[in-house]
């Protein structure tokens, strides 16, 4: 794992208690080219406030660890 995906998985910890209290969580698909790509699962992988919960929460905590970041995109 790079030095860039650790941080990403330290970002995604300190929000997966607030994920895993709505019944979801997120998984770290891959980071390249200053884009993250992550899996929602559980219940956010339905729920319809998902994309507020992905900029305003996932994306947001992450490009805190990691500033280069431009983008992080849900995937299926």
Request: hydrophobic residues 40%.
């Amino acid at each position: 794992m790079t030095v860039a995906e650790v941080k990403i998985e330290e970002a995604l910890e300190s929000i997966r208690p607030f994920l895993q209290k709505d019944g979801g969580d997120v998984e770290l698909i891959s980071y390249e080219n200053k884009v993250v790509k992550l899996r929602l699962l559980g219940a956010c992988s339905t729920c319809s406030i998902s994309h507020l919960t992905m900029k305003a929460g996932v994306e947001e905590s992450i490009k805190h660890m990691l500033p280069e970041v431009e983008s992080v995109l849900a995937v299926e």
